[in-house]
């Protein structure tokens, strides 16, 4: 599924029509970043979870 959303800078060189593996790239990196988050609270909340939920 592909993202459409970059600052205004990354769009601009993004769509000069050259390097589409770039562009492909930076949006995988944004995915990333965006998902990292997410992951890391929900293992938290789990760990969290057992712990409350064991005693």
Request: charged letters at 15%; glycine letters at 12%; one cysteine or more.
């Amino acid at each position: 599924m592909p993202a459409g959303a970059q600052c205004a800078m990354c769009r601009a060189v993004l769509e000069s029509g050259e390097g589409q593996e770039a562009a492909r790239g930076i949006n995988n990196g944004i995915i990333y970043l965006m998902a990292i988050p997410y992951i890391l609270m929900g293992v938290l909340g789990y760990f969290v979870y057992r712990r409350f939920r064991s005693k």
